[in-house]
C-alpha cells in the first residue's frame, strides 16, 4: 500500500465518519430531547405522539438523499470527487452546528420545528452525497482482490461515528442533570462538530489527487451518463442495490436511534448506561464490518452478505426477549449480537455495488441504489417501532417487522449473481 493509498483510505474514513457522527447526534437526540423542546404543545397533550413526530424528522431528511446523490454525481463528474467530498462535509457540518444554537419552540414558537426540520433536509442532503463518492474512492484505488476489505473503511465510518455521537451523549448525561441536558447539555455534541469538520476538512483537502483517481475524473467528465441510461440499461440492479440494503438500514437505524429512547423510556433503564451499551454495540458493529468487507474477498459478497441476514433474522426475537429482562447487561448483549449481522451485511456493500454497475453509470447507480435503500429501510425505522410499540404493547413486533425485511433483502442479494473480482474498467470505457 502506497503513501497515497493510505491518504485515500484515511480520507474517506474521516470523511465519512465525521459525516455520520453529525447525523447521528440528530437521531440520538430526536428520541431523547427534540419532542419537549421543539414540539412543546404536542407534548404537553401527548408525549408518545411527539416522540413519533420527532422520530419522524429523522426520515424526512432520508427523502433528500437521493437528490444529493444526483447533483453529488453530476458536479463530482465536473469538479472531481475530492471538492464534492469536501463540499459534502462542510454543509453537513454547518447545518449540524446550526441545530446546537438554535432555539426552542418556547422562544421563537412554530419557527423553531420548522427551521430544525430544514437543517435536517440538509444533512439529508450532504448524506446522499458523501456515501457514493466515498465507496467508489476506495474500491477503485482497490487491488482486484481487496476491494472488499479496501471498501470496508468508509462503511466502517457509520460505527465510528456512532461510537463518537453515542459517547459525547453519555459524557453528557453523565456530568448533567436530566434538567441540565434537556436546557444545555444536548447541545454541546452538536457544537464540538466544528472541530470534527476542521479535521475532515484538512485530512480530505491533503489528499493528492494520483493517477488513477486523475483517470477517474477524466472517465467520470467524458462518460458520464445521464439518468435516463442509467434506468434504461441498470434498472434491475438499481432496484436490487436499493432492496439489499433495506433490512440493514432498518435494523442499523434501531440501533442508532431506537433503542436509546426504548431502553430509557419504555424499560426505564439508566440512560449513562444504555448509552454504554450502545457504543458496545458500535464497537462490535465497526469490527464485524471490516471482517464482512474482508470475508467477501474470500468467500464472495453475496454469501457474506446471506450469512449476515441470516444472523440478524434469528436474532430479532431473542433480542427483544433479552430486553424485555431490564437487565441492562443483557440489553447489552442483544445489541452487541445483532452488530455482528449488521457488520456482515455492510461490509461488502462498496465492493458489491461498485462491482455490479459499469463505469459509465457507477456512480449514479451506486449513489442512487443506495439512498432510495435508506428511504425505504432507515428513514422511518424509528417511527414505525415506535408506532408498533404503542399499537400492539408489544416489542416483539418490530422484531417481526425486520424479519419481513430480513426476508427481501435476503431474496434480493440472493438474486444476484456475485461480481467478486470483476473487472471495474478504470482503464477502458464500458457503455451501457
Given at each position: 500500500m502506497t503513501p497515497d493509498d493510505r491518504k485515500v483510505l484515511a480520507s474517506t474514513l474521516?470523511?465519512?465518519?465525521?459525516e455520520w457522527y453529525d447525523f447521528f447526534i440528530y437521531a440520538q437526540a430526536a428520541g431523547l430531547v427534540f419532542g419537549p423542546l421543539f414540539l412543546a404543545p404536542v407534548n404537553e397533550r401527548a408525549p408518545g405522539l411527539a416522540t413519533l413526530i420527532s422520530l419522524a424528522t429523522i426520515g424526512i431528511s432520508f427523502l433528500f438523499r437521493p437528490l444529493g446523490a444526483i447533483i453529488a454525481g453530476r458536479y463530482g463528474d465536473r469538479l472531481g470527487r475530492k471538492r464534492m467530498l469536501v463540499l459534502t462535509l462542510l454543509l453537513m457540518g454547518v447545518a449540524t452546528m446550526l441545530i446546537g444554537l438554535l432555539p426552542p419552540y418556547e422562544t421563537i414558537g412554530v419557527a423553531a420545528p420548522i427551521a430544525l426540520i430544514l437543517l435536517r433536509v440538509i444533512q439529508g442532503f450532504s448524506a446522499g452525497g458523501e456515501w457514493g463518492g466515498a465507496a467508489l474512492l476506495a474500491v477503485e484505488h482497490a487491488p482486484r482482490d481487496r476491494r472488499g476489505l479496501w471498501g470496508s473503511f468508509p462503511q466502517i465510518g457509520v460505527p465510528i461515528g456512532l461510537i463518537l455521537a453515542t459517547g459525547v451523549l453519555w459524557i453528557m448525561s453523565a456530568v448533567t442533570t436530566p434538567e441540565q441536558f434537556l436546557a444545555w447539555g444536548w447541545r454541546v455534541p452538536?457544537?464540538?462538530?466544528?472541530?470534527?469538520?476542521?479535521?475532515?476538512?484538512?485530512v480530505r483537502r491533503a489528499v493528492e489527487e494520483s493517477p488513477v483517481f486523475k483517470e477517474l475524473q477524466q472517465r467520470t467528465k467524458t462518460s458520464a451518463a445521464p439518468l435516463r441510461?442509467?434506468?434504461?440499461?441498470?434498472?434491475?440492479?438499481?432496484v436490487l442495490t436499493?432492496?439489499?440494503?433495506?433490512?440493514n438500514n432498518a435494523a442499523g437505524y434501531l440501533l442508532i436511534a431506537y433503542f436509546i429512547s426504548y431502553g430509557t423510556t419504555a424499560l426505564g433503564l439508566p440512560r449513562p448506561s444504555v448509552l454504554l451499551a450502545t457504543v458496545a454495540g458500535s464497537v462490535a458493529w465497526l469490527v464485524f464490518t471490516m471482517y464482512g468487507g474482508a470475508l467477501s474477498d474470500r468467500i464472495g459478497r453475496v454469501r457474506t452478505f446471506q450469512i449476515g441476514y441470516a444472523i440478524v433474522f434469528v436474532w430479532m426475537i431473542p433480542l427483544?426477549?433479552?430486553m424485555g429482562t431490564r437487565d441492562i447487561w443483557l440489553f447489552a448483549v442483544a445489541i452487541i449480537v445483532l452488530a455482528g449481522g449488521l457488520g456482515l451485511s455492510y461490509g461488502p456493500m462498496s465492493a458489491l455495488y461498485a462491482e455490479l454497475f459499469p463505469?459509465?453509470?457507477?456512480?449514479?447507480?451506486?449513489?442512487?441504489?443506495?439512498?432510495l435503500g435508506a428511504i425505504l429501510g432507515g428513514a422511518f425505522a424509528p417511527t414505525i417501532a415506535e408506532a408498533l410499540v404503542q399499537g400492539t404493547g408489544s416489542a416483539l413486533s418490530i422484531g417481526v417487522y425486520i424479519m419481513v425485511l430480513c426476508v427481501i433483502s435476503l431474496a434480493a442479494v440472493t438474486m444476484v449473481k456475485d461480481p467478486k473480482g470483476a473487472d471495474l474498467g478504470l482503464t477502458q470505457q464500458t457503455t451501457t
Open positions: 474521516a470523511g465519512t465518519t465525521i452538536f457544537l464540538l462538530s466544528l472541530t470534527l469538520i476542521i479535521v475532515g476538512y484538512l441510461d442509467l434506468f434504461r440499461g441498470h434498472t434491475r440492479n438499481v436499493a432492496l439489499i440494503f433495506v433490512a427483544f426477549l433479552l463505469v459509465a453509470v457507477r456512480y449514479s447507480g451506486a449513489a442512487i441504489g443506495y439512498a
